[in-house]
Structures are given as structure tokens and as C-alpha cells.
């Protein structure tokens, strides 16, 4: 199906892994795309639950995702620094029509001194039992938490000092 080009505003598809749509952000301009990754941004773009609700997100934001990591990655652009709030997920497919991936409901929220908090473990547990998550799946996703935790602390990716600020620099230039 290929990949969306720089400069193309897409839509971003979260499900569950019981198949179900999760959440949707309705405006993300590509920045960069390859078969290995996606990285995107938006600014107060309206998402939709899947319950039908809507809000509206508050600050820019950069999305890296990556084929081969089962994680991805928000950067969202505050007055006191960059904040990340971290899905983890499979990896990324595209469609044609969408970034799709599935959100396997663990999540790591990062701020700018680089400490973090591991969220929804709870919220884990209920859906590993309750959508019976393959032992193979547990596996691989308490695997790519450690990855992620170990890109944090090496700023490594995303978590790049000037990564996030360098592609923010890149959107503006769509937005004018």
C-alpha cells in the first residue's frame, strides 16, 4: 500500500486487540516516512473516542512510530518543556488511509527532567485477561516497555535532546 507522503495529512487509528477502534486523531501531517518509520505532527486536532466523544488536543505534538518497536511515541510541546506520553502498541501499519496500530493499554508518561510513570498496569491486566492476550504478546510488550524505558534513559529516538524541537521547526513550515 506504500506510505503517506511528507506534507499529507492523515488520520491516526488506535484499536484494541480485540479489534475494536479505540480512538482516532483526525488531522496528523506527515514529516517524515519510510517503511521503518512515521513521524507526524498536530496541533489541537480533534480526536474521537470510541464512545463517540470528541475533544480537542491543547498543544503541538510530534509522533514517531516505528515498524519494529511495539511502542509509540507523543512528544507534545509545553511552556515548561517537552512532555511525552508513550503508548505501548504493535507496531505501525498504513493502510492508505490511516496510521493504525493497536494499543495494548500500558503507557509511559515522560516529563522534561526525563522522569517517568508507568501508567494503566491496572488497566493491563483487566484487558490481558479479558481480550486474552497470547502469552507470546505479554511477552513481547513487557519486553518493549523495558526498550522504552531503556530509549528514555539513553534519549535515545524521540528522546533526543533536539528531536522533537527539529521536527516541530519542520511543521511549522506546513502551517504557514
Known amino acids: 500500500m506504500g506510505y503517506p507522503k511528507e506534507g499529507e495529512t492523515i488520520q491516526i487509528h488506535s484499536y484494541k486487540h480485540n479489534g475494536l477502534l479505540h480512538r482516532i486523531w483526525n488531522e496528523t501531517t506527515i514529516l517524515k516516512s519510510t517503511e521503518l518509520c512515521i513521524i507526524g505532527a498536530n496541533d489541537r486536532t480533534m480526536v474521537t473516542e470510541s464512545d463517540g466523544r470528541t475533544w480537542v488536543t491543547r498543544e503541538p505534538a510530534i509522533c514517531y512510530f516505528h515498524a519494529r518497536q511495539w511502542f509509540n511515541v507523543i512528544g507534545m510541546l509545553r511552556d515548561d518543556g517537552v512532555h511525552y506520553y508513550c503508548n505501548i502498541s504493535s507496531p505501525f501499519a498504513y493502510d492508505g488511509e490511516a496510521i493504525k496500530y493497536i494499543d495494548y493499554d500500558l503507557d509511559v508518561k515522560v516529563f522534561p527532567d526525563m522522569t517517568y510513570n508507568i501508567l494503566d498496569e491496572d488497566e493491563y491486566d483487566d ?42 521547526e519542520r511543521y511549522l513550515r506546513y502551517t504557514k
Not at 518493549?144 to 535532546?161: E, S
Open 127 to 168: 484487558h490481558r485477561k479479558s481480550m486474552n492476550y497470547p502469552k507470546e504478546i505479554d511477552s513481547i510488550l513487557k519486553e518493549y516497555l523495558n526498550t522504552l524505558l531503556h530509549w528514555i534513559h539513553q534519549r535515545k529516538g524521540p528522546f533526543a535532546p533536539e528531536f522533537v524541537d527539529m521536527w516541530y
